[in-house]
């Protein structure tokens, strides 16, 4: 199965931006759907941005207009860029296939802080 790193996170200020990376170990050029999660203390694990193979995404309506979520087979990688971060946005980021995230597999994820 492929293996997968997120890096990008950290702290930054309302307003900032901030790019998420998620390296695979192999390529993600078969993978139908990639998505990116986020989960903060007290709530769900939420969906914020998916892709598919044909670059068709989707986002949740909170962060419409402000996420771009985009992929790079060449690179194994899928990335995430986070625009006009509101302290709501606060959360640990985590990439997932949909079929690993249906099985409820999950890497490390990347912490994201949004200061007021």
């Known amino acids: 199965q492929v293996q997968l790193v997120e890096s990008g996170g950290g702290p930054v200020q309302a307003g900032g931006s901030l790019r998420l990376s998620c390296a695979a170990s192999r390529s993600i050029s078969s993978v139908n759907v990639m998505g990116w999660y986020r989960q903060a203390p007290g709530k769900q694990r939420e969906k914020v941005a998916s892709?598919?193979?044909?670059?068709?995404?989707n986002y949740v309506d909170s962060v419409k207009g402000r996420f771009t979520i985009s992929r790079d087979n060449a690179k194994n990688t899928v990335y995430l860029q986070m625009n006009s971060l509101k302290p709501d946005d606060t959360a640990v980021y985590y990439c997932?296939?949909?079929?690993?995230?249906?099985?409820?597999?999950w890497g490390q994820g990347t912490q994201v802080t949004v200061s007021s």
């Open positions: 997932n296939p949909n079929s690993r995230a249906d099985i409820g597999f």
């Open positions: 892709i598919t193979s044909g670059d068709r995404t």
